[in-house]
């Protein structure tokens, strides 16, 4: 297709007729993997002579090409450019991208981004020449504009793959300095030398932002771009030709200049310029920059924000870098010294107007509080405000130099609130006491741990915030609601003022403004978690509740939802009458929040945040209900909805809070649904397809699948849940490239249905066994290998002849078994046992090899049997010592039991419980399994750092399983008696191998196994009679 039928083409595919574009789209799918098509399309880009609406919709279709294509994505992907396009192509980018006008500009430099990132070094060497070769000549704008594309390839590069920047860097330099040197020099410059300042300034904070080339170690180099940098923040920006619209202005090239050159010396001064922090081949570089520089800039800045006296102008961004390097040099002594004589007037005449509600706010507070009210709560806003940085100086300055400025500032404050107090009404100084109250606001940390102040906070906020609450200044009634909260949970010596905060706190929900609202909803989440006697808040609940939804409804704020959650965290149960209209609420709030989030497209959003925290409060809701079944049937179809769409790819940033909604709905409702049941294939996709990274939370549903709901994962054969299991599990252990830490729910899993289905499941036996030995033979950590164990051991108690012959088969009895004991007998130097650290493990292991001990005399000899018995032994002390130890922990029971008499290895090892931080997981209450299922996941989720962890080997907070049920010691002694009855003479040979010792313990476990009967007897007549 040549030239003019191509623009035709992209003309037609302007069209406002549906049919035209759809047809010219089809064209150009159709030719676009032509020879030369790349070509063609630069060609008409460059065009000045065709339309400019065909040239955007060219340079469009380039950059989305040229992202797609320029490099194949996959291995094995053939390349779908040829080589001598792609070389025509670089050729002529460089040529053309300095000739079209900034719109085209901007498209053709992603592509040459795109270029540069899969190319250069190696496929495109001649670039950096053609860039030197340009900062020579008279192309030195394109050759800037490159050198920044390439610069910024290596930005966060670091270690060996920043080597080309050392070379880009060594080569374009010298160059880059004269040219800096000369333009700003440059008498009376036009806005063009100001944008070239700026790319160098880019370039150079790219080179730098890691690390400090080698080139700039050199004194004298740096010491000549030190003289550029400080040139440029000394000297004032032109007062000519400045926009007069304030966003056009703090956009002006020159003050974009003056930004980058704070930005660079601040990175300077804070990475490179304290030799505290540096490695040893540069604390050199950090004495000299902070002998020669740091203070020279210190000078530069305080004089600069001189500039806010006079009623001058500088943009936020730039006067909040300025103050982050004065914040920074407050630790250090020599900086602070420079600081010092001017900080008072620093302080009351900078920072505290900067701090002080002004024109600018009250202009958005009036024309778009919902704005006023994002930027407030929005974190990257503070990255620009000065405020905040004026807030964050203040702070520092208490926290560094507190004993020289703490009642000094403290002193200048409360003047202020005087004053304030003193005027008549119409002459109040309503934005110096906002500021006043910001600064008490952000120092609350420091005056709540110091006197006197810590015993004036009381009546400072009595006498000087409570009045307020009912200010006719709407900022001030908000500013009085958010210190209110800062200080909710100290001790009130007088509970109705603690009374009055709230009810005035709760009142401001109300308010006709809408930011006063929304600081109140923040401010209450501290009186909530403060409050003491719920009582306070009780009888106003259901009000509560309606504000919040009102505001919801108004504004997209996760803070409006961590607050609701505080609440339902507190009241627990008590929520359950406003369960379902609370869920019914947030579910709406959620999708609301979502489709704002998808519109805006924006990482950081407040609609994603917000619709985060709909589903965290979901959770919160359903764990304060978790004992009231009946509700989730009420619940469920609400959040279906929302659970069937973020099971999919469209949830994978929700998808752990996605999980955990669908673990409560599968662990407490009555009964698994089949519409529920419909979600296992969504989890088992995202588990195949993207969601291995959490396989932990996947878990934790699944086992309520097949252990709340086994008829039908047994007998459901459309879709074949098993099958579906097995496929998702077998793949998974027999991935080599997965690590072990990643697959370790997988073994959990198949515990989980050997446990379940005992007697139900023959036919899977040895596929399990095959991949889970398979996988034990390759497996280095030693929790995984523990896991794997346990699915043997789970195999035997579920089948001990079966699981027996499938080891034979296999080849491997011995192999295991003998891995097994050896195990069972790792020790730490401290005595500690290195592998089966859980009461769980231990429990499972001594069932296991229990049930061992029931098979034929062909299968497992004598002298099998006494080694496996004297194992028993030994775990069942093991276990006894670690469930008693659990009870101390608990109760603060330091009472023996009867088993005083038994001695162990491990009985004088004071750190085997702590280390394993165990809890009690064979207790029949079920209520603190309850209220923390939203956290299983996590507790399964072991410390990838070390293989060693103590947190693999917690019994945490376990899930439940029907060998609850069992307790091992009953087992072990109804399985010996049974061997004595059936085979008298093998129970007699194996009593006769044992020592004294061994004796004895068999007597104890006896005796003891007769007592946890008795104790499950009693257990069992007690829920049986009911309280």
């Given at each position: 297709?040549d030239?003019?039928?191509?623009?035709?083409?992209?003309?037609?595919?302007?069209?406002p007729?549906?049919?035209?574009?759809?047809?010219?789209?089809?064209?150009?799918n159709?030719?676009?993997?032509?020879?030369?098509?790349?070509?063609?399309?630069?060609?008409?880009?460059v065009d000045g002579?065709?339309?400019?609406?065909?040239?955007?919709?060219?340079?469009?279709?380039?950059?989305n090409?040229?992202?797609?294509?320029w490099?194949?994505?996959?291995?094995?992907?053939?390349?779908k450019?040829?080589t001598?396009?792609k070389?025509?192509?670089?050729?002529?980018?460089?040529l053309?991208?300095?000739?079209?006008p900034?719109?085209?500009r901007s498209?053709?430099?992603?592509?040459?981004?795109?270029i540069?990132?899969?190319?250069?070094?190696?496929?495109?060497?001649?670039?950096?020449?053609?860039i030197?070769?340009n900062?020579?000549?008279?192309?030195?704008?394109?050759?800037?504009?490159?050198?920044r594309?390439?610069?910024?390839?290596?930005?966060?590069?670091?270690?060996e793959?920043?080597?080309?920047?050392?070379?880009?860097?060594?080569?374009?330099?010298?160059?880059?300095l004269?040219?800096?040197?000369?333009?700003?020099?440059?008498?009376?410059p036009?806005?063009?030398?100001?944008?070239?300042?700026?790319?160098?300034?880019?370039i150079?904070?790219?080179?730098i932002?890691?690390?400090?080339?080698?080139?700039?170690?050199?004194?004298?180099?740096f010491?000549a771009?030190?003289?550029?940098?400080?040139?440029?923040?000394?000297?004032?920006?032109?007062?000519?030709?400045?926009?007069?619209?304030?966003?056009?202005?703090?956009?002006?090239?020159?003050?974009?200049?003056?930004?980058?050159?704070?930005?660079?010396?601040?990175?300077?001064?804070?990475?490179?310029g304290?030799?505290?922090?540096?490695?040893?081949?540069?604390?050199?570089?950090?004495?000299?920059?902070?002998k020669n520089?740091?203070g020279?800039?210190?000078?530069?800045?305080?004089n600069?924000?001189n500039?806010?006296?006079?009623?001058?102008?500088i943009?936020?961004?730039?006067?909040?870098?300025?103050?982050?390097?004065?914040t920074?040099?407050?630790?250090?002594?020599?900086?602070?010294?420079?600081?010092?004589p001017?900080?008072?007037?620093?302080?009351s005449?900078?920072?505290?107007?900067?701090?002080?509600?002004?024109d600018d706010?009250?202009?958005l507070?009036?024309?778009?509080?919902h704005?006023?009210v994002?930027?407030?709560?929005?974190?990257?806003e503070?990255?620009?405000?000065?405020?905040?940085?004026?807030?964050?100086?203040?702070?520092?300055?208490?926290?560094?130099?507190g004993k020289?400025?703490l009642?000094?500032?403290?002193?200048?404050?409360?003047?202020?609130?005087v004053?304030?107090?003193?005027?008549?009404?119409?002459?109040?100084?309503?934005?110096?006491?906002?500021?006043?109250l910001?600064?008490?606001?952000?120092?609350?940390?420091k005056?709540?741990?110091?006197?006197?102040y810590?015993?004036?906070?009381e009546?400072?906020?009595?006498?000087?915030?409570?009045?307020?609450?009912?200010?006719?200044?709407g900022h001030?009634?908000?500013?009085?609601?958010?210190?209110a909260?800062?200080?909710?949970?100290?001790?009130?010596?007088?509970?109705?003022?603690f009374?009055?905060a709230l009810?005035?706190?709760v009142?401001?929900?109300q308010?006709s403004?809408?930011?006063?609202?929304?600081?109140?909803?923040?401010?209450?989440?501290?009186?909530?978690?403060?409050?003491?006697?719920l009582?306070?808040?009780?009888?106003?609940?259901?009000?509560?509740?309606?504000?919040f939804?009102?505001?919801?409804?108004e504004?997209?704020?996760?803070?409006?939802?961590?607050?609701?959650?505080?609440i339902?965290?507190?009241?627990?149960?008590?929520?359950a009458?406003?369960?379902?209209g609370?869920?019914?609420?947030l579910?709406?709030a959620?999708?609301?929040?979502?489709?704002?989030?998808?519109?805006?497209?924006?990482?950081?959003?407040?609609?994603?945040?917000?619709?985060?925290?709909?589903l965290?409060?979901?959770?919160?809701?359903?764990?304060?209900?978790?004992?009231i079944?009946h509700l989730?049937?009420?619940?469920?179809?609400?959040?279906?909805?929302?659970m069937?769409?973020?099971?999919?790819?469209?949830?994978?940033?929700?998808?752990?809070?996605?999980?955990?909604?669908?673990?409560y709905?599968t662990?407490?409702?009555?009964?698994?649904?089949?519409?529920?049941?419909?979600?296992?294939?969504?989890?088992?996709?995202?588990?195949?397809?993207?969601?291995?990274?959490?396989?932990?939370?996947?878990l934790?549903?699944?086992?309520?699948?097949?252990?709340r709901?086994?008829?039908?994962?047994?007998?459901?054969?459309?879709?074949?849940?098993?099958?579906s299991?097995?496929?998702?599990l077998?793949?998974?252990?027999?991935?080599?490239?997965?690590?072990?830490h990643?697959?370790e729910?997988?073994?959990?899993?198949?515990?989980?249905?050997?446990?379940?289905?005992?007697?139900?499941?023959?036919?899977?036996?040895?596929?399990?066994?095959?991949i889970?030995?398979?996988?034990?033979?390759?497996?280095?950590?030693?929790?995984?290998?523990?896991?794997?164990v346990l699915?043997?051991?789970?195999?035997?108690?579920?089948?001990?002849s079966?699981t027996?012959?499938?080891?034979q088969?296999?080849?491997?009895?011995?192999?295991v078994?003998?891995?097994w004991?050896?195990?069972?007998?790792?020790?730490?130097?401290?005595g500690?046992?290195?592998?089966?650290?859980?009461?769980?493990?231990?429990?499972?292991?001594c069932?296991?090899?229990?049930?061992?001990?029931?098979?034929?005399?062909?299968?497992?000899?004598?002298?099998?049997?006494?080694?496996?018995?004297r194992?028993?032994?030994?775990?069942?002390?093991?276990?006894?010592?670690?469930?008693?130890?659990?009870?101390?922990?608990?109760?603060?029971?330091?009472?023996?039991?009867?088993?005083?008499?038994i001695?162990?290895?491990?009985?004088?090892?004071?750190?085997?419980?702590?280390?394993?931080?165990?809890?009690?997981?064979?207790?029949d209450?079920?209520?603190?399994k309850?209220?923390?299922?939203?956290?299983?996941?996590?507790?399964?989720?072991?410390?990838?750092d070390?293989?060693?962890?103590?947190?693999?080997?917690?019994?945490?907070?376990e899930?439940?399983?029907?060998?609850?049920?069992?307790?091992?010691?009953v087992?072990?002694?109804?399985?010996?008696?049974?061997?004595?009855?059936s085979?008298p003479?093998?129970?007699?040979?194996?009593?006769?191998?044992?020592?004294?010792?061994?004796q004895?313990?068999?007597?104890?476990?006896?005796?003891?196994a007769?007592e946890?009967?008795?104790?499950?007897?009693?257990?069992?007549?007690?829920?049986?009679?009911?309280?």
């Amino acid at each position: 297709m040549d030239v003019p039928s191509l623009a035709v083409i992209l003309q037609a595919s302007l069209s406002p007729l549906p049919e035209q574009r759809k047809a010219a789209e089809e064209s150009l799918n159709q030719f676009q993997y032509a020879p030369q098509h790349l070509v063609r399309l630069l060609q008409i880009i460059v065009d000045g002579n065709c339309d400019t609406a065909i040239r955007q919709a060219a340079s469009i279709h380039f950059k989305n090409f040229v992202a797609k294509n320029w490099s194949p994505h996959e291995p094995g992907e053939q390349q779908k450019i040829s080589t001598t396009d792609k070389d025509m192509v670089r050729e002529n980018l460089l040529l053309f991208i300095m000739q079209v006008p900034p719109l085209l500009r901007s498209q053709l430099g992603e592509c040459l981004k795109t270029i540069i990132h899969d190319d250069y070094p190696e496929q495109w060497p001649s670039l950096l020449h053609w860039i030197k070769h340009n900062l020579q000549g008279q192309q030195v704008y394109g050759a800037l504009y490159v050198l920044r594309i390439l610069s910024r390839k290596y930005e966060f590069k670091s270690d060996e793959e920043r080597t080309p920047a050392y070379l880009i860097v060594e080569e374009t330099f010298p160059y880059l300095l004269s040219i800096f040197n000369g333009l700003v020099q440059t008498a009376n410059p036009m806005l063009e030398v100001a944008d070239l300042i700026k790319l160098i300034c880019k370039i150079f904070w790219s080179s730098i932002y890691l690390e400090i080339p080698k080139q700039l170690f050199d004194a004298n180099v740096f010491n000549a771009w030190m003289i550029v940098f400080l040139n440029i923040l000394e000297r004032p920006v032109p007062s000519e030709g400045q926009p007069t619209d304030p966003e056009l202005r703090k956009l002006w090239s020159w003050w974009k200049v003056k930004k980058w050159t704070v930005h660079i010396l601040n990175r300077l001064y804070t990475r490179f310029g304290d030799s505290k922090l540096q490695k040893p081949e540069n604390k050199a570089f950090a004495q000299m920059f902070q002998k020669n520089y740091a203070g020279k800039i210190l000078e530069c800045h305080l004089n600069s924000l001189n500039v806010i006296l006079e009623g001058g102008y500088i943009p936020d961004r730039v006067i909040n870098l300025t103050l982050q390097y004065l914040t920074n040099s407050i630790s250090k002594n020599s900086m602070y010294q420079l600081l010092e004589p001017r900080l008072d007037m620093f302080l009351s005449e900078i920072i505290f107007p900067l701090m002080c509600f002004n024109d600018d706010d009250q202009k958005l507070w009036n024309d778009d509080p919902h704005e006023y009210v994002r930027k407030g709560y929005d974190i990257i806003e503070d990255l620009y405000s000065p405020r905040t940085a004026s807030m964050d100086f203040v702070s520092e300055l208490v926290r560094k130099r507190g004993k020289e400025n703490l009642q000094k500032f403290i002193q200048f404050i409360v003047d202020i609130l005087v004053r304030y107090d003193e005027a008549l009404i119409e002459n109040k100084p309503y934005r110096k006491k906002d500021g006043a109250l910001l600064a008490i606001g952000t120092l609350c940390d420091k005056l709540r741990r110091t006197e006197p102040y810590k015993s004036e906070l009381e009546r400072m906020l009595v006498q000087h915030v409570f009045p307020e609450f009912s200010s006719p200044a709407g900022h001030l009634r908000a500013k009085a609601a958010w210190v209110a909260g800062q200080y909710a949970d100290i001790n009130f010596s007088d509970q109705n003022n603690f009374r009055k905060a709230l009810h005035s706190v709760v009142s401001g929900l109300q308010d006709s403004e809408l930011p006063v609202r929304v600081d109140s909803v923040f401010a209450l989440r501290s009186f909530v978690e403060a409050c003491k006697d719920l009582d306070e808040i009780r009888p106003i609940l259901p009000q509560l509740l309606d504000e919040f939804f009102k505001l919801m409804n108004e504004v997209e704020n996760e803070d409006l939802v961590f607050t609701l959650e505080s609440i339902v965290d507190k009241f627990g149960e008590e929520m359950a009458p406003y369960a379902l209209g609370l869920c019914q609420n947030l579910a709406f709030a959620f999708w609301k929040f979502m489709d704002t989030s998808e519109a805006d497209d924006e990482s950081e959003d407040p609609g994603a945040l917000a619709a985060v925290g709909c589903l965290r409060a979901i959770s919160t809701i359903l764990e304060s209900v978790s004992r009231i079944p009946h509700l989730f049937i009420q619940i469920e179809p609400i959040l279906l909805p929302i659970m069937r769409r973020m099971l999919t790819t469209d949830g994978q940033e929700i998808f752990e809070e996605v999980l955990d909604i669908v673990s409560y709905m599968t662990f407490s409702s009555p009964t698994i649904s089949l519409e529920m049941w419909n979600l296992w294939p969504l989890m088992m996709e995202a588990l195949a397809e993207w969601a291995i990274d959490f396989f932990e939370n996947i878990l934790v549903p699944l086992y309520n699948y097949i252990s709340r709901s086994t008829t039908h994962f047994l007998t459901c054969k459309d879709p074949d849940y098993q099958q579906s299991l097995w496929h998702m599990l077998s793949s998974i252990m027999a991935d080599k490239n997965m690590e072990d830490h990643d697959i370790e729910p997988a073994p959990k899993l198949i515990e989980v249905v050997f446990q379940n289905c005992k007697g139900q499941v023959d036919q899977w036996v040895e596929p399990y066994l095959r991949i889970t030995v398979d996988r034990l033979q390759r497996t280095e950590r030693p929790y995984l290998k523990c896991l794997l164990v346990l699915v043997i051991a789970d195999a035997l108690y579920y089948n001990a002849s079966l699981t027996f012959r499938v080891l034979q088969k296999l080849g491997v009895a011995t192999e295991v078994f003998n891995l097994w004991f050896q195990m069972l007998q790792q020790v730490k130097e401290s005595g500690i046992h290195v592998n089966f650290r859980r009461e769980h493990d231990k429990k499972v292991c001594c069932l296991g090899l229990t049930s061992l001990l029931t098979l034929p005399a062909d299968q497992l000899p004598t002298e099998a049997m006494e080694r496996v018995f004297r194992a028993i032994l030994e775990l069942l002390v093991a276990y006894k010592d670690q469930v008693a130890e659990s009870g101390k922990e608990e109760n603060g029971d330091d009472d023996d039991d009867a088993m005083d008499g038994i001695q162990t290895d491990e009985e004088d090892d004071e750190d085997s419980d702590n280390e394993m931080g165990v809890d009690d997981e064979d207790g029949d209450e079920a209520g603190l399994k309850l209220q923390k299922l939203a956290g299983q996941a996590k507790a399964f989720q072991p410390d990838e750092d070390d293989d060693d962890s103590d947190e693999d080997f917690s019994d945490g907070e376990e899930l439940e399983s029907p060998i609850d049920e069992v307790d091992p010691f009953v087992f072990f002694v109804d399985t010996i008696k049974a061997i004595q009855v059936s085979n008298p003479a093998r129970f007699q040979n194996l009593m006769q191998t044992l020592d004294f010792h061994n004796q004895a313990l068999v007597n104890s476990i006896a005796l003891h196994a007769e007592e946890r009967r008795a104790e499950i007897e009693k257990v069992k007549l007690e829920k049986a009679v009911g309280p």
